[in-house]
C-alpha cells in the first residue's frame, strides 16, 4: 500500500499473515499481530480516505443504490481480475449529478474501515461490498473506484445463511409488526456465520442483498466483533430499501487471513 497510513495498516497484515507457524499453534506473537492488526484500522479509518491510485485488477462490475426512510446504501459489485487474494482494498463510492460533478460519500474522516475498505477478494472472484448511510443519498448516478491494496493468501472460508424463525415465533412477530404499524421500524435479517476455518476473525463483516424483478430493492451491513476458530454466531442486518417478502442473499467477508 502506498502512504504512510496505510503502509502501517499493510506491515500489521504482514505480520498478521506471516506470524503463523508451521505447528498451527497460535503463538502470542500470533495474537498481537492480529490485535496490532485491528488496532491500526482503527486509527487510520479516523483518516481521509485515500485510494493510492486505481487498482490494476479489480474492476467495478455494478453499483447500485437503495434508499429508505432511516438512510440508504450503495451496492457495489466488484471482480479482482488478478492472480492472488487481495485485502483491504479501498473503495470511494459518491453519486454523479447532472452536470457530472462528483459527490463523494466515504471519502472524509471518521468512518469505520469497511466503510471505506472491501475486507477481501479472492483470486479471479467477484463480490459484493455495501456501503450505507444514515443520511439521504443525493440524486444523481452511483459510483465507485477501487484503488491498489496488498496481495494475501487464500481468503478463510466463512458460510453465512439466512437465519429461518420459527413459526410460531414469526407469527408472534407479524402480530407485533401489525398492532405497531405507526412505529415502523427498519427491516431486518438474521444471519448464522460460521467459522470453517482455525484462523479466528475479529470485526467480521457481513452484508445482505435483496433483489426482486432484477434490480436491488434493499441491503445492509453488520459487524461480529469476534469469531473464533470453528466458531458460530448469530448477527443481526438491519436493511435499508423496502424488501417486502422477498428473500436476502448474504455473505460474510473474512478480516483476518492467518
Not at 447500485?64 to 487474494?85: E, F, M, Q
Not at 478463510?156 to 437465519?163: C, D, F, K, L, S
Not at 422477498?246 to 483476518?256: D, E, F, G, Q
Request: charge should be positive; include cysteine.
Amino acid at each position: 500500500m502506498a502512504g504512510s497510513g496505510r503502509r502501517v495498516v499493510a506491515t500489521a497484515l504482514v505480520l498478521a499473515i506471516g506470524g503463523s507457524g508451521l505447528s498451527g499453534c497460535v503463538s502470542t506473537q500470533d495474537k498481537n499481530a492480529r490485535a496490532k492488526l485491528v488496532a491500526d484500522r482503527t486509527v487510520e479509518g479516523r483518516k481521509p480516505l485515500w485510494l493510492g491510485g486505481r487498482s490494476r485488477d479489480v474492476y467495478v462490475l455494478h453499483v447500485d443504490r437503495v434508499r429508505g426512510r432511516h438512510g440508504g446504501a450503495l451496492v457495489v459489485t466488484l471482480r479482482n481480475r488478478g492472480p492472488s487474494a487481495l485485502t483491504d482494498v479501498p473503495v470511494v463510492v459518491g453519486v454523479r449529478g447532472a452536470d457530472d460533478h462528483r459527490t463523494e460519500l466515504n471519502g472524509g474522516r471518521g468512518l469505520a474501515w469497511f466503510q471505506t475498505h472491501v475486507p477481501a477478494i479472492g483470486a479471479g472472484e467477484t463480490t459484493t461490498w455495501i456501503f450505507t448511510t444514515r443520511r439521504a443519498l443525493p440524486a444523481g448516478r452511483p459510483y465507485a473506484v477501487a484503488g491498489r491494496a496488498d496481495e494475501s493468501g487464500t481468503p478463510p472460508r466463512i458460510a453465512a445463511t439466512v437465519e429461518r424463525a420459527p413459526a410460531a415465533r414469526r407469527a408472534a412477530a407479524d402480530r407485533g409488526r401489525h398492532a405497531a404499524r405507526r412505529h415502523t421500524a427498519p427491516a431486518a435479517v438474521r444471519v448464522l456465520v460460521v467459522n470453517e476455518s482455525d484462523v479466528p476473525q475479529f470485526g467480521l463483516q457481513v452484508y445482505a442483498v435483496v433483489r426482486a424483478g432484477g434490480r436491488v430493492v434493499a441491503a445492509g451491513t453488520a459487524t461480529v466483533r469476534h469469531l473464533g476458530s470453528r466458531g458460530r454466531a448469530s448477527a443481526r442486518v438491519a436493511l435499508f430499501g423496502a424488501p417486502g417478502n422477498h428473500t436476502a442473499r448474504v455473505h460474510a467477508l473474512p478480516t483476518i487471513f492467518e
